[in-house]
């Protein structure tokens, strides 16, 4: 298995901007709802796209991913298609992977289950909103989740770039068909890791202990940074 190159990219940045917990009585779930600011300088994007995918974004069988673990599940990756060589600035490049079909909604499987909801993102002055919410629950219908009980949540802000592949057989359209190869992942932390409450982090990366918040708003104070 080919592991993912990740790192830290300047000029990439994750800053809160609000949050809160509530209960969510009709699923015996609670929900976490957590809204930040991802920044981006699209310039030193494509320039270190570049390096590793030249014309990166001039190609339409390019693709880019974005890693949100923590705020939303993005299924699988986007083309740029006929995108490719107009993506000048931040926002072309976003709405290339902000369409609400691309993130899955569903619950996962087995002991805390966690289900991430379609987020909501905006534009705002070349910076991307995402307002995020995660449900939490016990598999076990006759379990009631309390506070106690939500895990350490790590926020990431990331974007795979990934080089995608020609047909080699026009005649064939379908046998030579490949799925984009992951090149890098870029994201706002270090790319060198560190354990918190036993969990392995890369440092520098924003995260909240769980079972610390109570219902109601959460306060900049307890997003917290690995370090």
Known sequence: MTMREYKKLGGMELNFVSGAVEANAGERAIACAFTFDLMLEFARFRDAANKYVP????????????ELEGLAYHISYDYFAGQAGKIGNNEALFRIFTHPDSY????????????????IFQILDGKLRLAARTDFRWEDPKQIITIADLPIIQFQWA???MEGHQINAPEEPLADVKAPSSMVVFMYAN???????????????????????????????QILTAQ
């Open 55 to 66: 014309n990166y974004l001039e190609g339409e069988v390019n693709a880019i991913r974005p």
């Open 104 to 119: 899955f909604d569903g619950w996962s499987s087995g002991g805390l289950e966690r289900r991430y909801h379609k987020p």
């Open 159 to 161: 974007l795979n770039v």
């Open 191 to 221: 790319q060198d890791q560190v354990e918190v409450d036993g969990v392995q982090m890369f440092r520098g990366a924003r995260y909240v202990r769980g079972w610390k918040l109570n219902f109601g708003p959460i306060t900049p104070a």
